[in-house]
């Protein structure tokens, strides 16, 4: 009988933290609240992530034009943008020169490998663990603003040169 209750228990009273990439740097445009990630399970196998604004939700009644935020369609657009940001041209020139002021041992770090890695992004997302996943979006952004008609990206300068020099360790 014991048997039986462990194999089907579904909650053994600890909630279950989830290492969401996006953790503490989604916020609401509407009242500047921040955004947590949050799941809805539909079918056994099937669940749905998308983000809510705490400030809403402890309200009693709710007034932001926010309601749900898709988590998987926030964390793609956020994919394309980056990749985009960093395959510019003048990106790619302030990249390719952070990198030689980072390199120490006098080699380079080639125009076409960024371009692949950059153009690679989302392929390579998926495969990606979850705390790499929020490591690096932890190094390129600072904070995400999401309003009802668009989504504000401020990326992390600094950030760039940890990916560049990590990037550089993997390809030698």
Same mark, same amino acid.
Request: glycine share 6%.
């Given at each position: ?6 194999? +089907?228990? $579904?909650?053994?009273? %600890? ?10 740097? =989604? ?6 609240? *921040? ?5 809805? $399970? ?12 705490? @400030?809403?939700?402890? %309200? ?8 749900? &935020? ?11 943008? *980056?990749? &985009? ?9 302030? #990249? ?5 002021? !980072? /390199?120490?041992?006098?080699? %380079?770090?080639?125009? $076409? ?7 690679? !992004?989302? @392929? ?15 190094? #390129?952004?600072?904070? &995400?603003? =999401? ?8 990326? /992390?300068?600094?950030?760039?040169? +940890? #990916? ?9």
């Amino acid at each position: 009988m014991q048997r039986l209750l462990q194999e +089907h228990a $579904r909650f053994n009273g %600890r909630q279950q933290k989830r290492l969401s990439p996006l953790r503490g740097l =989604v916020f609401c445009g509407c009242c500047g609240g *921040i955004m947590k990630e949050s799941f809805t $399970r539909k079918a056994p196998a099937k669940s749905y992530r998308y983000y809510l604004c705490q @400030k809403d939700t402890r %309200r009693i009644r709710s007034t932001c034009p926010l309601k749900r &935020v898709p988590a998987a369609e926030l964390e793609s657009l956020l994919l394309s943008e *980056i990749g &985009v940001m960093l395959a510019k041209p003048e990106t790619l020139a302030g #990249v390719m020169q952070a990198a030689k002021e !980072l /390199d120490a041992n006098g080699g %380079r770090l080639q125009s $076409r490998q960024v371009l692949s890695a950059c153009g690679d !992004l989302a @392929k390579v997302w998926d495969l990606m663990f979850p705390v790499e996943q929020y490591k690096f979006m932890r190094t #390129v952004i600072a904070k &995400v603003t =999401v309003h009802p008609d668009k989504v504000a990206i401020e990326y /992390d300068t600094h950030g760039l040169e +940890h #990916v560049i020099a990590e990037t550089k360790e993997v390809s030698a």
